[in-house]
């Protein structure tokens, strides 16, 4: 085992900034998930796996509450309250399971796609058991404890608040590291947060394409900074809509721009399937007159967008070649590309395995993909399959308001605003995820959802009773002056 120094450095710097704004074990861990390739220690017994700096972040949580006297009684309640808790452990002990017997029942009968360091590359050899069954099970598992963990302490007072304040530093940290990403390089200095880049990835930081530097942030190439930046930006997006923040207005922009420079295929697919429910439900307050002000500022904003594309493009047209060119590199050609061709083989070999295995999959963490639903399909097969769909019917599902008037607007903007940083999270990971495991990210967004809800459903019923109480007093009181 190997301790990374950056990873150490990085996580006291998050503790000690955390403090500041208080429950620092939650804030930080939110915070943590900004280092998308600062690893906290290098395992070579397993495979040389590098857990990055928010792993000891999501133990210690799951630690403190293990740690409490009434931990099992919490843990009981929480399984009695949130039925999906028992879909979480469910699926857990099936990835488990599945991933020491399925790649040992069928080996030799399939194919799968595993990693070579040596050679950095990607190669296609007979299923057998790896060292990915072992690591990606147990990222996995850190998911579903942490999940547990937060649905525990969710519960105490100011943790909803110290949740969003570390998805707004996540946010922060996020764009601070892509605006120096992207400083360093038009400078020449190449990639100067390489000295953080402790994960044992192959990585694709000093790039460039078609004369445009690609943005990686704290991540270890483009595609997986873009990813990122969708699910920031619809937490920013969303919470500013909401809540009308300035914080979260800048920290927009600021994605927004860093996601358009990006040079991603990732970003541009996404940004525009992402696009069109916020369009849409703009088009929907239209028809029904109910525009607010922050609908009519996006509008606005879009308009001068528009006005001043056209003003240049009419000026000279040329400038926009460059522009151009990357998007038809990008995404009109990336599926005719090497890398396209091969990510698209890579997801029919996984579809004939799901069929090769009789539905049964061949392990978490046998192979890879190139999208998520298909890693999903392929390794948990279909019993594991419907378990993460009932996930995925509770994280869409809107929030229940019992009374309209006691409902607390701010907690209402994080569950909406979690929940869209979730789903944009799947629909990065559909358009270029590898693996079967929804990433910490989403465990987390599902637990502060789970919370928002039931939190409002507590507040509602106690208005409700507080409100019978008051019309009683008050008929005891015209009974008694009667």
């Known amino acids: 085992m190997q301790v990374s120094v950056a990873g150490i450095l990085i996580g006291a710097c ?8 208080g429950a620092p074990h939650l804030v930080a861990l939110v915070a943590s998930l900004a280092f998308g390739s600062t690893a906290i220690v290098t395992l070579n017994a397993l495979g040389g796996s590098t857990p990055l700096v928010y792993t000891p972040f999501a133990m ?16 009981s309640r929480l399984f009695a309250r949130q039925r999906v808790a028992w879909v979480i452990v469910g699926l857990t002990a099936y990835a488990f399971i599945g991933a020491y017997i399925l790649p040992r029942l069928f080996a030799g009968q399939t194919s799968a796609f595993v990693p070579s360091r040596a050679l950095e590359r990607v190669l296609e050899v007979p299923l057998a058991p790896v ?16 999940f547990l963990a937060l649905g525990i302490c969710l519960r105490g007072e100011g943790a909803l608040d110290a949740v969003r304040r570390g998805f707004l530093l996540w946010a922060t940290l996020h764009v601070g590291m892509g605006v120096l990403d992207l400083a360093g390089k038009m400078v020449g200095m190449g990639d100067v947060l390489l000295p953080i880049r402790s994960a044992g990835y192959a990585f694709m930081t000093d790039r ?14 483009a595609s997986a900074f873009a990813a990122a930046s969708l699910a920031c930006l ?14 979260a207005l800048f920290l927009t922009l600021a994605t927004l721009t860093l996601l358009i420079l990006s040079t991603s295929s990732t970003a541009y697919v996404g940004g525009a399937a992402v696009a069109v429910p916020v369009v849409a439900s703009i088009v929907r307050s239209a028809l029904v007159g109910r525009l607010s002000h922050r609908d009519l500022q996006v509008i606005g904003v879009l308009t001068l967008a528009i006005a001043g594309i056209l003003a240049v493009y009419l000026y000279n047209e040329r400038l926009f070649e460059p522009f151009l060119r990357l998007l038809e590199t990008m995404v009109v050609d990336k599926a005719a590309s090497g890398s396209g061709r091969e990510r698209i083989y890579w997801n029919q070999r996984s579809i004939q395995s799901f069929l090769d295995t ?12 190139s999208s998520w639903p298909v890693a999903v399909l392929s390794q948990l097969g279909f019993i594991g399959s419907l378990m993460v769909v009932t996930l995925l019917a509770v994280l869409c599902r809107r929030i229940q308001r019992p009374v309209a008037a006691s409902v607390d607007p701010a907690v209402v903007a994080l569950h909406d605003s979690v929940r869209a940083c979730a789903l944009v999270t799947l629909l990065a990971a559909t358009i270029s995820g590898g693996s079967a ?4 990210l989403f465990f987390i967004a599902l637990a502060v959802v789970l919370a928002c809800r039931e939190k ?27």
Do not use: C, K, M
Request: proline residues 1%; without cysteine.
């Open 14 to 21: 998050l503790l000690l900034l955390s403090r500041q704004f």
């Open 60 to 75: 210690l949580l799951a630690l403190a509450v293990a740690l409490r006297r009434d931990a099992l009684h919490e843990l």
């Open 131 to 146: 060292s990915g069954n072992i690591s990606q099970t147990g990222y996995f598992a850190l998911g579903a404890v942490t």
């Open 208 to 221: 460039a394409a078609e004369g445009f530097w690609r943005i990686v942030g704290g991540y270890s190439e």
């Open 234 to 247: 619809a937490f920013v997006f969303t919470y500013w809509r909401a809540t009308g923040s300035r914080i």
């Open 358 to 369: 009789g539905g049964l999959g061949i392990g978490f963490g046998s192979s890879r993909a």
């Open 437 to 440: 495991d929804p990433g910490l």
């Open 456 to 482: 409002v459903r507590r507040e509602g019923i106690a208005r409700r009773d507080l409100a019978r109480l008051d019309r009683a007093r008050s008929d005891l009181t015209g009974l008694s002056r009667a």
